[in-house]
Each structure stands twice: as structure tokens, then as C-alpha cells.
T-cell receptor
Framework: DVKVTQSSRYLVKRTGEKVFLECVQD?????MFWYRQDPGLGLRLIYF???????EKGDIPEGYSVSREKKERFSLILESASTNQTSMYLC??????????FGPGTRLLVL | AQSVTQLDSHVSVSEGTPVLLRCNYSSSYSPSLFWYVQHPNKGLQLLLKYTSAATLVKGINGFEAEFKKSETSFHLTKPSAHMSDAAEYFC????????????FGSGTRLSIRP
């Protein structure tokens, strides 16, 4: 059965903290994604990785970075968290043909 | 250019009655189309997908969708709504070549009246 897991379901951080969100997939997929979801704005792509150590900016990469050292793991990093990064963060992986599989999401609150 | 429009932001039906969630798309190429469901505080779960095979696609939980190229539509239906169907539903258009060509609709919130 397809599985995408995210390291935390809920996180509370303070402004200025460095935050790591981790995502792991067990399907040997090459493509992995990070989205954020906000009311009224839908899902917005932050970063995309198409292979180990390969990444591509999405629609809203500012304030975020990513790391993909191993195929199964894709990390989203908030270098210095700000209150406007309070959101639901969704990780997905994609295989062939084209189907994305999503993790359960991490709800991040930045105080 | 690709786009996807979910025509209703909120749909409310009575339990046991049919469900229709509407989705129109625009694509320069033959797209793949998906419907996902999201229950509160959960991730997105794949309901069904169209990838240029049969135009009537059956998914999980009794949902199905029909790809109509002439109408550029991919509406989601279910003959009889259940209380557990209450959730947010997303229509998605995808071209495999690039992540930037995965387009999510704005979502339709489905409410079920007892």
C-alpha cells in the first residue's frame, strides 16, 4: 500500500526559529513536492524535487529551502520562521502514471 | 496554458440523494485529470483519475467521473450521498512533464444534510 508520511501532524514554533518538516515515501518515486494550503488560496507549490539532490522552485519559494539527500526523503526548511508561514503543509510524491500521493499534512503555527 | 475551474465552492445535498461536483478544464494537450478528497485536518486522498483510457472512470467510495472532451468537463458524481462524504473535493489537471503543470482547482466543500 502506498505510504507518504510526514514527521509531525502539529507543530508550534516561535518567530525566528529554524523549522524542519520531513516527508518520507516508500514507493521509490522520483518526484516529490511540498505545498502549503491556506483558506481561500488553495494548494500552492513551494518546491518540487525530480531526483536526489535536484530541486525546482514552485510558485512561492521565498522563505523556504529544501533538501533531498535520499530518494525517499524530502525535507522542507524554514530558515527563520515568520507568522505568515503559519499554514497547513502537504507533502506529495508522484510516480508513473502521474498520480500524486499525499501525506497527512503538518499544521504549523508560528507565534 | 492549463487551468481548472470548480464551478461551485460549496454544495449541500441530503443524505441518500445524488451528488454532482462540477469541474471544467483548459489544456493545450491531452491532460490527465484527477479528483481528490480531503477530510478535515487530513491530507488529500485520490478518488479517481483519467489518463486517456475509458472516459467513464470509477473511483473509490462509489464515486465516478466522466471525461467529456467536447465540453472540457470532468464532473464528479455519486448516486447516493452518505454522511461520511462530507469533505473538500479538488479537481486536478496534470501534465507529467513538469510540476508547474499540475493545476489544482480551488475546491468544493460538500455538506450532507441528515
Amino acid at each position: 500500500d502506498v505510504k507518504v508520511t510526514q514527521s509531525s501532524r502539529y507543530l508550534v514554533k516561535r518567530t525566528g526559529e529554524k523549522v524542519f518538516l520531513e516527508c518520507v515515501q516508500d514507493m521509490d518515486h522520483e518526484n516529490m513536492f511540498w505545498y502549503r494550503q491556506d483558506p481561500g488560496l488553495g494548494l500552492r507549490l513551494i518546491y518540487f524535487s525530480y531526483d536526489v539532490k535536484m530541486k525546482e522552485k514552485g510558485d512561492i519559494p521565498e522563505g523556504y529551502s529544501v533538501s533531498r539527500e535520499k530518494k525517499e526523503r524530502f525535507s522542507l526548511i524554514l530558515e527563520s520562521a515568520s507568522t505568515n508561514q503559519t499554514s497547513m503543509y502537504l507533502c506529495a510524491s508522484r510516480g508513473v502514471p502521474e498520480t500524486q500521493y499525499f501525506g497527512p499534512g503538518t499544521r504549523l503555527l508560528v507565534l | 496554458a492549463q487551468s481548472v475551474t470548480q464551478l461551485d465552492s460549496h454544495v449541500s445535498v441530503s443524505e441518500g440523494t445524488p451528488v454532482l461536483l462540477r469541474c471544467n478544464y483548459s489544456s493545450s494537450y491531452s491532460p490527465s485529470l484527477f479528483w481528490y478528497v480531503q477530510h478535515p485536518n487530513k491530507g488529500l486522498q485520490l478518488l479517481l483519475k483519467y489518463t486517456s483510457a475509458a472516459t467513464l472512470v470509477k473511483g473509490i467510495n462509489g464515486f465516478e467521473a466522466e471525461f467529456k472532451k467536447s465540453e472540457t468537463s470532468f464532473h464528479l458524481t455519486k448516486p447516493s450521498a452518505h454522511m461520511s462524504d462530507a469533505a473538500e473535493y479538488f479537481c486536478v489537471v496534470s501534465m507529467y512533464s513538469s510540476a508547474s503543470k499540475i493545476i489544482f482547482g480551488s475546491g468544493t466543500r460538500l455538506s450532507i444534510r441528515p
